[in-house]
């Protein structure tokens, strides 16, 4: 009797406290987040890709050198730098001065236009060429010592043309086209002297003509002034001729027979009354009077430049 009543409180006290237990869990408050409305994309579909096969080439071997060490010099280590990258052309190409002048005074005066092109070599030193045209075949000087008007001048290249200069300048204070310049000129110039006869002379002829060539070595000292694109210029030079081409006149073989012009340095050195080095054009056809057309310092120049253009 005593054994049954110890197994069946035994069993008594185990549903009690087994019911006690369950009522204490089930009284605790539900875990955090419990009841909360779901996340975003909850339920929604995969998205596009999802499940479907790898692309080709997933899973194969890495290529050949995959995992290899550098090659010298990658990265800085184990050799020199690279060179450095190449610079692109730049498009800012500095283009040398050029200036386009012509002197107005030298046209209306002597009749011969010189158009003067100067270009930029460096910093301080410019080349200028300049073609010489006659223009005026009766200039004004041709009546400064009142001799006749009969006689012109041309041009004995092409046209007008009668040859040109070319030189050097140098820019004192180091900015061409502006400012002092010292100058070294060659001036190489053919000019036709021709004086017309109002009857003809003892050879039927109604004029006479001449070709004289000069060759000067000349030295300017002038200024130029800038504003903008114009410019103004102006200088003096000396110079001397390295080319004394004499003409004169000599008796012929027949006495009653007018004088004959020659080119001969010693038969023009052997007359009286004369230098050797004039360049003579009879005005007459009798060759009572002559005209020489050189200078009267020869063989000494002196000119004088004044010049108006642009520069760009």
């Known amino acids: 009797m005593l054994p049954r009543a110890l197994s069946i409180g035994s069993a008594a ?23 909360q409305p779901p996340p975003p994309g909850y339920g929604q579909p995969p998205p596009p890709g999802y499940g479907q096969p790898p692309p080709p080439g997933y899973g194969q071997p890495p290529p050949p050198g995959y995992g290899q060490p550098p090659p010298p010099g990658y990265g800085g280590y184990g050799g020199p730098p690279p060179p450095p990258p190449r610079k692109p052309p730049s498009d800012d190409t500095e283009w040398p001065d050029i200036s386009i002048r ?20 460096l910093d301080w030193m ?8 006659v223009v005026w075949q009766t200039a004004p000087t041709f009546n400064l010592r009142g001799r006749k008007d009969n006689v012109h001048q041309e041009g004995d290249l092409a046209g007008a043309l009668a040859g040109g200069r070319i030189g050097l300048g140098f820019w004192v204070q180091g900015k061409v086209m502006e400012g002092y310049v010292l100058r070294l000129v060659y001036s190489g110039e053919r000019y036709r002297y021709v004086a017309e006869y109002q009857n003809p002379d003892a050879f039927g002829e109604l004029e006479d003509a001449a070709t004289q060539i000069n060759r000067r070595m000349y030295f300017f000292f002038g200024s130029h002034r800038r504003w903008g694109f114009f410019t ?4 003096i030079g ?8 004499p003409r004169c006149f000599g008796p012929t073989v027949d006495p009653t027979s007018p004088p004959q012009a020659t080119t001969s340095k010693e038969f023009c050195k052997s007359q009286p009354d ?34 108006l253009g642009v520069v760009f």
């Open 13 to 35: 006290l185990f549903c009690l406290t087994f019911s006690f237990g369950a009522d204490a869990q089930y009284g605790q408050p539900p875990p955090p987040g419990y009841g």
């Open 102 to 121: 012509a002197d107005p005074l030298d046209a209306i005066i002597q009749g011969r236009l010189r158009l003067e092109t100067e270009v930029e070599l």
């Open 126 to 133: 410019t080349v200028e060429f300049m073609p010489t045209f």
């Open 232 to 235: 103004l210029g102006g200088g």
């Open 238 to 245: 000396i110079g001397i001729e390295m080319n004394k081409q």
């Open 274 to 307: 004369i230098d050797g080095d004039e360049f003579f054009i009879s005005l007459d056809e009798n060759r009572s009077e002559i005209l020489d057309v050189n200078g009267s310092l020869h063989p000494v120049y002196l000119e004088a430049r004044f010049s």
